[in-house]
């Protein structure tokens, strides 16, 4: 045990010393908008299925943007039986938000694609129609902010971007959100450290689906996205694809939010199985690796004081607790961005837990041919 302690001390050390800083949660987008005129044409692509609870405030949030330029919005219902698309048009205010706005009705699924890529496909291969130059490609339950547009072109046009990505502000209302939900958002910031993704010398690129603002020729130049068709964690997918073409960007949103409640563990565990096991590539090596590591950072603190005070050893319970406050001042940024109490920070090591056990069953959940099971579709 104070092998453990010491070790994953030492791990702690590094990550907040030399891992570019990721818990700084400093990435957003601060930009100047200094062009309010000659604006590009933005197509906002939403790939819909059954999300008729959401979806209006989403085609609301866009249709009320402060951007001056042209905004066009396509909806791909993808064969919802909830009402969708009609709860997309019961937002429209007048005629001249309707020509805004389009509906398309999802073709079937084409064998080998992913759902939602099928979806997007035919969403950004309409918005060619509309000389887009931009595609905004979002979620059917996110909510902008009003001057998100004309931000993410402003650092677009800035800075030359083939893609600019912000990770919207997820709920964190209940205690299962509260607990899980800036721990989720840590853990991506640690595996995809947003100083070397924004790095246009660094080869890590990685992209939050909720929201992202793509140049419409560097897509297509990189392959469009049939490129992609069959990727689950499709946000990544396609920075990978794009930054090679330009740089990319991510950042952190603290006005645009999602609208999608998690109010029971259930509904968390749901939405990690989906692409926990993706993101180690079905590798049953990776899995070994990240169980192993899981148990030395999260685990092997509170486990060392525990074993310290109970037998009376300081040296163990000093190593874990310096452990286990390392790793909760690094999860502060994050909790500070959510604005929860600090005192959450000492519940790191127990949310780790949990989403270790949330990847182990999504592994279970490949084998057993139930993997990235979504909206009732499932991908071996």
Not at 126 to 134: C, D, K, L, R, S
Not at 314 to 326: N, Y
Request: negative net charge.
């Amino acid at each position: 045990m104070t092998l453990l302690a010491a070790l994953s001390l030492l791990a702690w050390l590094y990550l907040c010393l030399f891992h570019v800083k990721f818990w700084h949660s400093d990435q957003v987008l601060n930009v100047e908008i200094v062009n309010r005129e000659n604006l590009s044409a933005i197509v906002c692509v939403i790939p819909a299925r059954d999300e008729a609870e959401s979806i209006g405030r989403t085609v609301r949030s866009l249709l009320d943007q402060d951007y001056l330029g042209d905004v066009h919005i396509i909806v791909v219902d993808d064969n919802s039986t909830d009402g969708t698309a009609d709860a997309a048009r019961a937002v429209l205010n007048g005629d001249d938000e309707a020509k805004r706005l389009t509906i398309i009705d999802g073709t079937p699924l084409a064998d080998g694609w992913a759902g939602k890529m099928w979806a997007v496909k035919q969403g950004v291969d309409a918005a060619a129609t509309h000389g887009a130059v931009y595609i905004l490609l979002t979620d059917a339950d996110i909510e902008h902010a009003a001057d998100s547009l004309s931000k993410l072109v402003a650092k677009a046009d800035a800075e030359r971007l083939g893609l600019v990505s912000q990770m919207v502000r997820l709920r964190c209302k209940s205690a299962w959100e509260r607990f899980l939900i800036p721990a989720f958002v840590y853990f991506f910031q640690k595996l995809y450290p947003f100083p070397r993704v924004n790095n246009p010398t660094d080869r890590m690129a990685a992209a939050a689906g909720g929201c992202m603002l793509v140049h419409a020729e560097t897509l297509a130049a990189a392959g469009g996205i049939a490129a992609i068709h069959d990727r689950i964690i499709d946000d990544c997918a396609l920075a990978r694809l794009i930054k090679p073409h330009r740089p990319v960007w991510l950042g952190l949103a603290r006005e645009t939010h999602s609208l999608r409640t998690y109010d029971d563990l259930a509904e968390i565990w749901r939405m990690v199985t989906r692409t926990a096991y993706v993101q180690l590539n079905h590798s049953l090596l990776l899995l070994a690796g990240t169980l192993v590591g899981m148990l030395i950072l999260y685990l092997a603190p509170p486990l060392a004081v525990a074993a310290g005070l109970l037998t009376g050893n300081p040296t163990v319970a000093s190593l874990g607790a310096a452990a286990w406050l390392v790793m909760a001042w690094t999860y502060l940024p994050t909790l500070d961005l959510y604005r929860l109490n600090a005192l959450w920070a000492l519940s790191l090591p127990f949310a780790g837990v949990v989403y270790t056990l949330i990847t182990l069953d999504s592994a279970r959940r490949h084998y057993m041919g139930q993997g990235g099971a979504w909206k009732g579709r499932t991908y071996s």
